[in-house]
């Protein structure tokens, strides 16, 4: 988790200055945080320059922002942080997430993304394309379990093929672990299934 903080740590290792909490606006850009719409859902934009904050005021039709004095540069927008999202708030109000997504896409020029919840994130058609959701097969289980494979595609290797082996159903090392690591005999075992004490 450290890396991620990369311009977070910069800033307090070579010049002290400790990170005030933001939520999920960037300390250091703006606007670069998630915004509500209409219909409760959530979407986050990145106006990571001015270019993309021309783009953004655009998309959003809201083309005096770009010539206001206090939003012309990505240094006037953090000074003026407050003013400018509350009015991109209130307009990211005016419209539901199905809405701003189609006009973003149109666009194509500025990072923006939904938030999902954990069924969005499966239904992705990036995450279904990379085949990000695993199965593992285990004998000792009634049905396969799922789980998030590596992000990365390998040429000519299957993504399967990097799964190990799945975790223990419980009790199902027991035995061995009790036998080899600890020296306990079959009969000690017994006793201790037949006590419930291990399973």
């Known amino acids: 988790m ?4 990369s311009h977070v740590a910069a800033n307090y290792l070579n010049a002290g200055l400790e990170a005030q ?3 999920t606006a960037h300390a250091s850009i703006v606007p670069y945080q998630a915004f509500t719409c209409q219909d409760g859902e959530r979407m986050v934009v990145g106006a990571a320059n001015d270019h ?3 783009e953004l005021c655009a998309i959003m039709n809201l083309p005096e922002l770009t ?3 206090l939003f012309k540069t990505n ?3 953090v000074a003026n942080r407050e003013q400018l999202v509350s009015i991109l708030s209130k307009k990211f109000l005016e419209k539901p ?3 701003w997504i189609k006009l973003f896409q149109k666009s194509n020029k500025i990072p923006y993304d939904p938030i999902n919840n954990m069924k969005g994130v499966f239904e992705n058609e990036q995450v279904i394309f990379l085949k990000q959701v695993l199965e593992m097969k285990n004998p000792n289980r009634t049905k396969s379990i799922r789980v ?3 992000s990365v595609n390998f040429e000519n290797i299957e993504k399967s093929s990097m799964l190990r082996h799945p975790a ?3 009790g199902e090392h027991s035995r061995v672990v009790l036998q080899t690591e600890l020296g306990y005999t079959n009969e000690q075992i017994d006793k201790l299934l037949q006590d419930k004490i291990i399973q």
Do not use: I
Request: aromatic share 8%.
């Open 2 to 5: 450290l890396s991620l903080l």
């Open 67 to 69: 010539t206001n004095d």
């Open 97 to 99: 997430l199905a809405e």
């Open 52 to 54: 993309f904050f021309r």
């Open 75 to 77: 240094k006037l927008r």
């Open 148 to 150: 998030v494979g590596p």
């Open 168 to 170: 223990p159903v419980l």
């Open 21 to 23: 909490r933001q939520g």
